[in-house]
């Protein structure tokens, strides 16, 4: 499933590695396909994660469609 949705976001360098669904919220849980990041403080490239941060970036609005 979650190779389907990194497809269907189509965000290139990010990949789904998790999601979590309740009655009307699909969270994804995303990573960059990057290897290597430079720094936005000193500048410099690394392989190695500094700081983690849980951000909600996007928020998507589907409405229900009734069938009738």
Request: one cysteine or more; a positive charge.
């Amino acid at each position: 499933m979650n190779r389907l949705m990194t497809k269907l976001l189509n965000l290139p360098g990010v990949i789904v590695e998790d999601n979590q669904q309740t009655e009307d919220t699909l969270i994804l849980f995303v990573k960059s396909a990057k290897k290597t990041a430079v720094c936005p403080r000193c500048g410099q490239t690394s392989r190695h994660l500094h700081r983690f941060q849980a951000r909600a970036l996007l928020f998507w609005h589907f409405p229900k469609l009734l069938a009738q």
